[in-house]
């Protein structure tokens, strides 16, 4: 590969305390009135145990919008085994499911056992025993909240995935940015680059193995593939003008992309292997922001070739087809995982907002209060968007469900959080 470069990154993740400014902090903003009533008790636990897994995983639920968990305060009882549950308790607080468990230590880590219990059905839908060092209790309080979200919605959980975000501090030429990735409820920061120039529009690849992106460490863009564990990474592309919005082929042989080499900005498509490019579109407009079909048949992007900025389709090869038309300012769409729908950035008479567009009828529905959207993401199961926003004059993350009915924001303890991007399944 072109300028190869090698980078080991190790004592820069060894900065505990870089690491936990890093963290984001979520606030829920808005609850799903229609959300299903849920309480996980608190497990019990052997002393000293650095993770509370009951609260990581009623957070979890609540974060998705599907379920309203019970406050711990609420509780009349608390048991920590299925067979001492008494199911009339919670019938009496209006309670569907119920979660029990606990935690013991095992050697060098911990065993968390957990049930989950129908109330109105009195039965036990779940149970398991999940064992994990201490340093992955989160990470095991995310995989049992993937289990029991499944099991009650039939829709697989996404409480284990990551999310990578660019972090600036500093004012002028003396701002930072570090691209960083965390779980998806922003806890477990690591910071992967650091920059004094920008760095944009991370993408990760379909193993959730890589991340493009675009750094102008050089003097001007250029498109960098990068090894999340490793640090490698290689630089793809840096011709003249704009080279920008890198986005993987679902199979990750193939990189879309955005450059003006030839003019204008149009879409191009590399193979990563040969780093040979296929040129999609040919306009004289601007055509930026690509997106693939999870068929990998096509390409959606944005194009002002009607006047603003609108949503074309194309497969290669083929003709553009604009299939946005509410509003004079639509972009940045990205495709749901059934392909069924694309959810993308839209001015109204409300600001930028999130909202979601059926590709069949073409009707468009606008998701969540915020006012200042830019940069969506979609999780890799379809039921929530995170996306860049402003809250009291700082760049932080939003995040609306599918339905718009339940929406958080994701902090960070200092300067400005944006160009969020939700990782694939990865386990």
């Known amino acids: 590969m072109r300028a190869l470069i090698t980078t080991w990154l190790a004592a820069v993740l060894l900065l505990c305390t870089s690491l936990a400014q890093a963290d984001l902090t979520i606030d829920i903003t808005q609850g799903n009135e229609q959300a299903t009533p849920i309480a996980v008790v608190p497990f019990a636990e052997g002393e000293n145990l650095p993770q509370d897994v009951a609260r990581i995983i009623s957070d979890d639920l609540e974060r998705s919008g599907y379920f309203a968990p019970l406050e711990r305060e609420a509780m009349f009882a608390r048991p920590t085994r299925g067979d001492d549950v008494s199911f009339g ?95 998806a ?9 650091s920059s004094d120039e920008p760095i944009m529009s991370p993408a990760w690849s379909p193993d959730g193995g890589k991340l493009a992106y675009v750094s102008f460490e050089s003097g001007r863009p250029g498109i960098y593939v990068q090894e999340v564990a490793s640090g490698r990474r290689a630089r793809l592309t840096s011709f003249e003008g704009l080279n920008s919005a890198p986005t993987w082929s679902p199979d990750g042989r193939r990189l879309a992309m955005a450059l003006s080499r030839d003019g ?53 090869g083929g003709s553009p087809e604009r299939i946005t038309f509410t509003g004079n300012y639509n972009a940045r769409a990205r495709f749901a995982p059934d392909g069924e729908s694309i959810f993308l950035i839209h001015r109204g008479s409300n600001g930028y907002r999130v909202a979601k567009q059926d590709l069949e009828s073409g009707r468009l529905v606008e998701l969540g209060d915020s006012r200042q959207a830019e940069s969506p993401s979609v999780a890799p199961n379809g039921t929530m968007v995170i996306f860049a926003t402003q809250q009291g004059g700082n760049g932080v993350l939003g995040g609306v469900s ?17 160009e969020p991007a939700w990782s694939p399944f990865l386990n």
């Open 89 to 183: 308790d919670w019938q009496a607080l209006d309670t569907r499911y119920l979660v029990v468990g606990r935690v013991s230590r095992t050697g060098g880590g911990v065993e968390i056992q957990y049930e989950l219990m129908n109330v109105s059905g009195e039965s036990r839908m779940l149970g398991e025993v999940i064992t994990a060092g201490q340093d992955q209790m989160r990470a095991a309080a995310h995989r049992i909240s993937d289990k029991i979200f499944e099991e009650i919605t039939g829709i697989r959980g996404a409480f284990s995935t990551r999310i990578a975000y660019v972090t600036s501090q500093g004012v002028g030429d003396d701002t930072a940015y570090q691209l960083y990735v965390a779980d």
């Open 402 to 418: 599918a339905d718009g009915r339940a929406s958080f924001r994701l902090p960070a303890a200092q300067g400005d959080v944006r």
């Open 185 to 193: 409820d922003g806890r477990n920061s690591q910071q992967v680059l």
């Open 264 to 316: 204008q900005p149009e879409i191009y498509v590399m193979d990563v292997a040969s780093q040979n490019l296929q040129r999609v579109t040919n306009s004289q407009s601007i055509e930026t922001e690509p997106a693939w079909s999870p068929d990998g048949n096509s390409l959606i992007y944005t194009s002002d070739r009607s006047g603003g900025p609108q949503i074309y389709r194309q497969s290669l």
